[in-house]
């Protein structure tokens, strides 16, 4: 048996399946053992088709290597977790600075309405 499928089909190793299945039933056609009874070289030009056939159905069939979706990189986070707390920290101590300075302000407020 020949060993390019392709070959003994007689078309070209970057033909379809469509065309691969249509130059094998040709072929078969043309050699089948039951329509060319006694003809032994019809009956291993059968075989070796059939061989080749089943070659190329298992490689067109043959599970591809699963491929990851290629994915953007990450982009950087906008804060470190250490720059997250400095800006945690910087944000509750202006709260708190101008709370005050509203309270104090109230009280000066308050002060000079009496």
């Known amino acids: 048996m020949a060993d390019d499928p392709y070959a003994v089909l007689g078309v070209d190793p970057g033909a379809d399946m469509a065309q ?10 043309r050699n089948h053992p039951d329509l060319r009874p006694g003809d032994d070289a019809a009956a291993q030009r059968t075989r070796e088709l059939n061989h080749a056939w089943e070659q190329i159905r298992r490689r067109a069939n043959r599970p591809q ?33 101008a709370l005050a300075m509203l309270a104090f302000g109230f009280l000066v407020l308050a002060a000079l309405i009496r």
């Open 65 to 97: 290597p699963a491929r990851r979706p290629r994915t953007p990189p990450r982009a950087q986070p906008a804060y470190s977790s250490d720059q997250r707390d400095f800006r945690v920290a910087f944000t509750s101590a202006s709260l708190r600075v």
């Open 20 to 29: 691969l299945r249509r130059a094998y039933l040709a072929a078969l056609r």
